[in-house]
């Protein structure tokens, strides 16, 4: 083994040209499919930064009379789980947080976790410095001001040995620092960090602190907040231990008739990639998507083994004497054919080495291009890893025998008399049917690499829709001023008197047309839903239905706005009237708000909704199916006792055409806004719309920034941008264009392998028919005669390759459906423009080597002879 070896090194090294093409394209194929796999790997495989994960479910406390609909856990029903379950060995509640970071001009925003004293040790990890949470620090409105970093957080600030026992600003207040988690640690979900975790007794400070009326305080039965994780006993499972928890279930529901009435508790494994209160399929779509980049990279791998396989086929030719000379000589086919595949598996190794380089540097790219949409800690297994290792190795082993396996099987069997005989070189091989194309590797390259290259437009044309996604508003002119008051430690009094006179400011700006306050923006990272119905429908959870007051409750995308937002966001009132500036800057003013279209159609199929009153919905009160149930993360100091009850009627005063607030919205979603003063929120955006367009964003920016550093320096300003420039930031829509990007680069890579793979055979198939061409063109034979002889074959070969890609084009494209933005599967540009430039390329790779035919000397021709 070890002399094949050394012979397979001297065999490779004696033809550079050709090793190097190979592993050139080897490279390629392996280290796209090393690429993806480390991402799907990191992903859906890469065990949980937690110990024996197997172990621990999460617990839903789902409606026993609609079984689709959950909700979070109150504290005390945590409490309650906690110490009367008999299934698990403890039980942890958590939820997730919107904080500030830093003050002033560096203040951030980042993702903070909030659980109960008892997470580290439930998840089996200890802080590698510092402490866990006491269970003092546990206890509702205990408050106690204190925090562990997690291990990116120590990171960045250079592993400061200092940084336990250091302060630091969250949310405008100093906390202290008492533990660092360890390294890889994400917490529940997998590669996605919080920058902190707090103790629950922080939750009515961080969360709810401006919450006046206290009716969202964490100590209520009624603020149901929470996700709820446990640790089953050994020897259960989530199925097993079902019986026992809607034991404990119906236990509660008869001490507790109102506050869990109908509630029962089931079980599901930890989501890897998202935390919420209902069960959801995220994982499964990741895996969909995970299962499809890997296809694709293995139709990348696989038309490069194609390719190289018709180069060895090529290259075997003039290896037929040398072969048979060693047949003559005694040594034996299966001699011959682990010679052969040891120098394929040299080269697949060389690839592969290429390939891994290739795979880490691109993956890294990937997720450094994520990093600037994200406001939490991306923990990303960068490096060499010995699964990503033993995977590209594995790779290597197959592509040995993908394309060496064939090409050395056909080259053993040879006739040993009639090679010996036949020149080096020349193609002598009989074809059984006359019209099939004589190189049917190829025509399978070029239709996997159709197929491909379809995908990849069709990506493309959805990346392009998406970037002038029609968002229903005018906002070319649009700047947006994030601030945060609380960050600077300012109550929701001060900060209402704050954005007033900021937002006055900001109108008064040479060139401002008008300037508005909005809780929250399309697009943004966060959003929220409120359950709508006509007022007096369902008005408390002990009450009947009413039977003057028909249809059901609806969810409808919230907002808090000023007076001037509509003008500012370019959104026409069709009907009604604006909010006064009196409804948007006085608390308690009335109970007034702005729908949309959608919403009003829903509520009102058959009438005008102007002038009507609607109400946020009773949680009891039954959803209509497909509503737009919306959420996001909720921001710190969400609400103030301004805000809107359930139960209380809203006038509708307004209504407005319907917008997008998301860019998969299967259809446009329904909105509900309601006058700032009413829904106030300290993390805000202020659009400032510019009577023209300004010719130098940068110079803008600069200009807002110093008008808000003006006029109040202790201001934290979180962003300035244009409106464009957020959604051109907008993480779905980096989704698409990243996964037109990768589609992309695996059609271009197939193109490029199927050209080479073109070009390499008809070059081989002419320099092989030298002798033949020669004898032609001595006997009259025209070039132009010999040039259409060449490209003839080449056209056939094309022809079947692009009507076999066209049906597995279609084919991918009804597999990559889901995954389009607004983009047929069968979309007609896509299957004109990929099929036309694959013809293209691949005409000119055979016209190239045909154009050379026609310059073959006869007399050189045959004095080879």
């Avoid at 796209?32 to 992903?43: D, E, Q, R, W």
């Avoid at 259960?236 to 509660?252: I, Q, R, Y």
């Avoid at 369902?538 to 706005?561: C, I, Q, R």
């Amino acid at each position: 083994m070890l002399s094949d070896f050394r012979f397979a090194l001297r065999t490779l090294g004696k033809t550079p040209g050709f090793t190097v093409a190979a592993v050139i394209v080897l490279a390629l194929g392996i280290g796209a499919n090393s690429a993806i796999f480390s991402i799907v790997n990191a992903l859906l495989f890469a065990p949980p930064s937690y110990a024996h994960p197997a172990a621990v479910v999460q617990v839903f406390s789902q409606d026993k009379k609609n079984p689709t609909s959950y909700r979070a856990f109150s504290y005390p029903t945590y409490r309650d789980i906690r110490e009367k379950n008999s299934v698990f060995t403890d039980v942890f509640a958590h939820n997730l947080t919107l904080i500030g970071i830093g003050e002033k001009d560096h203040a951030r925003r980042a993702l903070a976790e909030l659980v109960s004293s008892n997470y580290f040790s439930v998840l089996g990890v200890a802080p590698v410095q510092g402490r866990a949470f006491l269970p003092d620090e546990e206890r509702p409105g205990s408050a106690p001001a204190v925090a562990i970093a997690s291990y990116p957080y120590w990171q960045q600030r250079g592993f400061d040995p200092a940084l336990v026992g250091s302060t630091v600003l969250i949310s405008g207040r100093p906390y202290t620092i008492v533990g660092i988690a360890p390294e890889n640690f994400t917490g529940t979900m997998q590669l996605f960090s919080p920058s902190f975790w707090l103790p629950l007794g922080d939750y009515d400070r961080i969360v709810n602190d401006t919450l006046a009326d206290e009716q969202r305080a964490l100590a209520l039965r009624s603020t149901h907040d929470l996700m709820i994780v446990g640790r089953l006993k050994p020897g259960l499972t989530g199925a097993t231990a079902l019986p026992a928890l809607a034991t404990l279930a119906a236990n509660l529901e008869h001490a507790f008739p109102v506050e869990q009435k109908d509630q029962t508790f089931t079980t599901a494994p930890l989501s890897r990639l998202s935390t919420s209160e209902t069960p959801n399929d995220g994982d499964g779509d990741i895996a969909t998507l995970g299962a499809l980049l890997l296809g694709m990279s293995a139709v990348v791998l696989l038309v490069a083994c194609l390719n190289l396989a018709n180069m060895l086929l090529a290259r075997g030719t003039a290896r037929r004497k040398e072969i048979a000379i060693r047949l003559a000589l005694g040594a034996g086919r299966a001699r011959i054919i682990r010679q052969l595949l040891l120098e394929g598996f040299v080269l697949a190794v060389m690839g592969g080495v290429v390939g891994l380089v290739l795979a880490l540097w691109s993956a890294d790219l990937l997720v450094a291009s994520l990093l600037r949409f994200m406001p939490f800690d991306l923990v990303w297994p960068s490096g060499l890893s010995p699964v990503v290792l033993g995977a590209t190795f594995l790779f290597c082993v197959f592509g040995t025998l993908l394309f060496a396996l064939g090409p050395a099987l056909k080259l053993s069997r040879g006739n040993v008399l009639t090679d010996l005989k036949e020149q080096a070189g020349e193609d002598v091989a009989p074809r059984r049917w006359k019209y099939f194309p004589r190189h049917p590797l190829v025509v399978v390259q070029i239709a996997l690499s159709l197929a491909l290259l379809t995908a990849a437009a069709l990506f493309i044309r959805g990346a392009g829709k998406a970037a002038n996604v029609d968002t229903g508003l005018d906002v070319q002119r649009t700047w947006l001023v994030q601030v945060d008051a609380s960050l600077a430690g300012q109550n929701p009094v001060r900060s209402r008197e704050l954005y007033h006179e900021l937002n006055a400011r900001l109108a008064a700006l040479p060139g401002v047309e008008s300037a508005s306050v909005s809780s929250l923006i399309p697009f943004g990272m966060v959003s929220k839903s409120k359950k709508i119905s006509r007022a007096g429908l369902y008005p408390a959870a002990d009450a009947k239905p009413s039977t003057a007051a028909e249809g059901l409750a609806y969810f409808a995308s919230w907002n808090s706005v000023g007076a001037d937002y509509f003008k500012s966001v370019g959104l026409p009132l069709l009907r009604g009237r604006p909010f006064t500036a009196a409804e948007a800057t006085q608390p308690g003013g009335p109970a007034v708000a702005i729908i949309d279209e959608s919403l009003a159609r829903k509520l009102w199929p058959d009438g005008n909704a102007l002038g009507q009153q609607l109400q946020y919905a009773a949680t009891h009160a039954p959803a209509a199916k497909n509503s737009g149930e919306g959420g996001g993360i909720n921001m710190s100091t969400t609400a103030d006792s301004g805000e809107i009850k359930a139960g209380e009627p809203i006038q509708v005063v307004g209504i407005v055409p319907s917008t997008r607030h998301a860019l998969f919205e299967k259809e446009v979603g329904s909105s509900i806004y309601l006058p700032y003063s009413r829904g106030f929120q300290s993390d805000v955006h202020f659009l400032v719309r510019f009577a023209t367009l300004p010719t130098d964003a940068n110079a803008t920016t600069a200009l807002l920034r110093r008008t808000v550093r003006e006029f109040d320096a202790t201001l934290p300003v979180l962003a300035i941008k244009s409106f464009p420039q957020h959604l051109d930031g907008n993480i779905q829509i980096w989704v698409v264009r990243a996964g037109a990007a990768l589609f992309s680069v695996f059609g271009g890579l197939a193109l490029g392998l199927a050209v080479v793979g073109i070009y390499g055979v008809k070059a081989y198939a002419v320099a092989r028919r030298t002798r033949e061409i020669g004898i032609r063109m001595a006997l009259g034979a025209q070039p132009a005669v010999v040039l259409k002889m060449i490209l003839r074959e080449a056209t056939l070969m094309l022809a079947c390759g692009l009507l076999l890609g066209v049906l597995l084009a279609f084919g991918t494209g009804q597999l990559v459906s889901s995954l389009l933005y607004h983009v047929s599967a069968t979309d007609p540009i896509a299957f004109t423009v990929a099929p036309v430039v694959l013809a293209l390329a691949a005409f000119v790779a055979a016209w190239i080597p045909a154009r050379r035919a026609t310059r073959i000397n006869p007399l050189t021709a045959l004095r080879s002879e």
